[in-house]
């Protein structure tokens, strides 16, 4: 999907979130239990979606997916990878990573 939405021109799901919503993606990250794994896999390709492209999106939204502990986990992973590489940088900010 990211592929030809790129290829296509079209923004990635959530470019276009409120805040609201990505308050609301946060969270859907952190509900805990394999019966709410669709909804963060959901969570996650928006969150990617909407800080893909943006430096300041990805750095603000690492540094809350760490401050959440999600980061490390299957959740935070598949939103840094929706993000692309403009999540490089803000990754190797994180001192936690080093650990």
Known sequence: EGVWARLCGIAPPGADASDAQVRAWQEALCAPGA??????????????????????????????????GVLQRRAGLQTVEAMGRVAVPALLAVPSLGD
């Not at 928006?46 to 540094?63: K, N, Q, T, V």
């Open 35 to 68: 019966a709410h794994e669709p909804q963060r896999v959901a969570a996650a390709w928006r969150l990617g979606g909407w800080a893909y492209g943006s430096a300041e999106r990805a750095r603000a939204l690492i540094a809350r997916l760490n401050a959440l």
